[in-house]
């Protein structure tokens, strides 16, 4: 083989015949083309293989085999008229492979930036990178200011941690979008460079919050936050986000945590409070490099407002542990050679980081307000304890409602169950996409119409050409276009104008009567929008809800809400096994019932024996392979 352009020699022959070839890498057509680069167009070729030096020179009548996703058709279309007859023919010898042999007549086709590896056997892959050299994924890391080439630590594998929600109580749009940003970069990686993608999901379930929240409403703090998380968990499964890899509670490693802390007081970065308080301090004036991840001076930041400063050698000094109060349940507490307490909200994460991912790995993701201090102090505890964390730091902007952040407390949230009651939850979905994930979106009267507009284009076109060319079977390749919008940086508006544009064209060629043009074409709208988890086809979309189902959900509303009042009827009366009888009525029915502080809640149920795949939440199991770069 000989890299060109990246100073290859040339190895003796002999070099294998087409008849020789075979496996995943093997031969599906041969043709005389002017250029590879223009195979790669016509024919969605996704990786160069190997380059077959034939006469001595690479440029004319050099050989070169590569894989694509329908390379008879491909071959075909970019021959001289030949390629038929020889796809037919090495079809029948070797049977439907995954590969083209693409012979160039062009001195000049421009192959700079291809890449040579060894000879194999008839049935090894051969080394080559997963793509062309000279484009690739480069996302904006917060750490550095700057947009960085993306390169996983370790080959064919990326390990991502992402702060998951506090869970002081039920969330609203404004908390999902970090979870629906990063589930577009999981899918990316995962489907547009084949890489595998481990994703841990935090659960903070202790925390100052909880507590407060709580004892407000008269609840166990561990049965307040247990509640939440379900409804969190609801939430993101009805926007189509998929399950994380790991999605650990802070509850659950407190050894890890425990042991951490121990490091940083062994290398002289915390202390113990001095107060007797059972507090354990981060000294920020240990760690030189503190506020090097915000590009803060230490003397700029404000005092840490996580714990009672008396404690502290710096009022910056934030806390790792917190000793037990009187006023605090007893349930909220844990032993440790310090005292009696419960962790700091930054060591949490640190902690459960390095236990799913290691000491380093690749992305930390989380919302732009938790840049300060959350993730200023995780990177500092963890790297001081030795750690080198996070290659990437990458955050997610808001959502807005006249230009102030969605919170509950400003009084402009909007719960994901209340607003997926009047909105399709693909829809909401598509809003929470159409933005860059680093841009804000800002709410406003019509939003999740407008987005329940292009939804339906999208759905429009499908519909129209699955009827006459059914799409279930049918593999889309992704536009050259819409793979450089989502490798700069993620930009998902440049994207979805590749799927509009795309849509457009497909309805184009369907008037026109060019049904499998047409078809082609959706598929490709469809590979487009699975990665965009906003796929209409998707069968998690299947049980949505939707505008149009409202006489019918309203209907049924009206009689489970009968039900559930004759519950309540009889569990004022004590009658329990009545009350009883009729959740297993309703349960039977697919309802499921939760009770809440505010009254029981209805939804409907996912059927136990359907298990969740990626195929049903928004990765296709066969997704296309990379196409080329060049």
């Not at 050299?133 to 630590?153: I, K, N, Q, W």
């Not at 986000?241 to 050894?255: K, Q, S, W």
């Amino acid at each position: 083989m000989l890299g060109v352009g990246a100073g290859g020699h040339h190895p003796a022959g002999p070099w294998p015949r087409p008849a020789e070839l075979a496996g995943p890498d093997g031969i599906v057509g041969v043709a005389e083309v002017t250029c590879v680069a223009e195979v790669a167009r016509v024919a969605g070729v996704v990786e160069i293989v190997e380059i077959v030096e034939i006469a001595g020179v690479v440029g004319p009548d050099a050989m070169v085999i590569a894989r694509g996703e329908h390379a008879d058709r491909a071959v075909s279309s970019a021959s001289t008229g030949t390629a038929t007859a020889a796809t037919r023919a090495v079809r029948e010898a070797r049977g439907i492979l995954d590969g083209a042999v693409i012979m160039t007549s062009e001195p000049h086709c421009p192959l700079v930036g291809l890449h040579g590896g060894t000879r194999t056997g008839a049935r090894d892959r051969p080394a080559y990178p997963p793509k062309l050299a000279g484009v690739s994924l480069h996302l904006f890391d917060t750490a550095a200011r700057e947009m960085r080439e993306f390169r996983p630590l370790q080959d064919g594998k990326v390990g991502m941690y992402i702060c998951g929600l506090t869970t002081q109580g039920a969330p609203h749009i404004g908390h999902v979008r970090f979870a629906v940003a990063f589930d577009v970069l999981r899918r990316w990686l995962t489907v547009g460079h084949e890489l595998e993608v481990t994703l841990v999901r935090n659960v903070t379930d202790i925390d100052d919050k909880i507590l407060a929240k709580a004892t407000e409403a008269q609840q166990e703090w561990w049965a307040w936050s247990y509640r939440n998380e379900r409804l969190t968990s609801e939430a993101l499964d009805l926007l189509g986000v998929l399950p994380a890899t790991y999605e650990p509670r802070a509850t659950g490693h407190i050894v890890e945590m425990v042991e951490l802390m121990d490091t940083l007081v062994e290398k002289g970065h915390a202390y113990a409070a001095a107060d007797g308080s059972g507090d354990v301090y981060f000294d920020v004036k240990s760690w030189p490099e503190y506020g090097s991840l915000t590009g803060q001076a230490l003397e700029d930041m404000a005092p840490a407002e996580d714990a009672d400063p008396r404690g502290k050698r710096d009022p910056r000094d934030f806390a790792l542990w917190k000793g037990h109060k009187v006023d605090e349940p007893a349930s909220a507490q844990w032993p440790t050679h310090f005292g009696h307490g419960r962790p700091g909200w930054h060591l949490e994460c640190s902690a459960m980081a390095r236990r799913y991912l290691g000491d380093a790995f690749d992305i930390h993701g989380g919302g732009i307000d938790l840049r300060f201090p959350h993730h200023e102090n995780e990177q500092a505890q963890s790297r001081a304890a030795g750690l080198p964390f996070a290659n990437f730091w990458l955050h997610n902007a808001w959502v807005t409602v006249r230009n102030q952040k969605m919170g509950k407390s400003l009084g402009n949230a909007l719960e994901i169950q209340a607003v997926t009651r009047v909105a399709r939850p693909l829809a909401v979905r598509y809003y929470l996409t159409a933005a860059h994930y680093r841009s804000m979106i800002e709410y406003h009267e019509g939003s999740l119409a407008e987005a329940g507009a292009a939804v339906d284009r999208i759905e429009g076109l499908l519909d129209r050409v699955d009827q006459v060319r059914p799409l279930a079977d049918r593999r889309g390749t992704l536009p050259q276009a819409f793979r450089d919008a989502m490798d700069d940086d993620l930009n998902v508006s440049g994207a979805l104008a590749v799927v509009h544009d795309t849509v457009r064209a497909a309805n184009t060629a369907l008037d026109d009567g060019d049904l499998d043009g047409a078809a082609d074409l959706a598929a490709a709208v469809v590979a487009m929008t699975h990665i965009l988890g906003v796929n209409p086809m998707d069968p998690h979309w299947a049980g949505a809800s939707t505008p149009g189902q409202g006489d019918a959900t309203a209907a049924l509303d009206s009689l489970v809400q009968a039900q559930l009042a004759a519950r309540q009827s009889a569990r004022s009366a004590r009658d329990f096994a009545a009350a009883d009888a009729i959740r297993d009525q309703l349960t039977a029915a697919g309802i499921a019932i939760e009770d809440t502080p505010s009254g029981p809640r209805w939804s409907l149920s996912r059927p136990a024996d359907a298990p969740v795949t990626s195929a049903s939440r928004g990765i296709p199991t066969d997704a296309p392979a990379p196409q080329p770069k060049d």
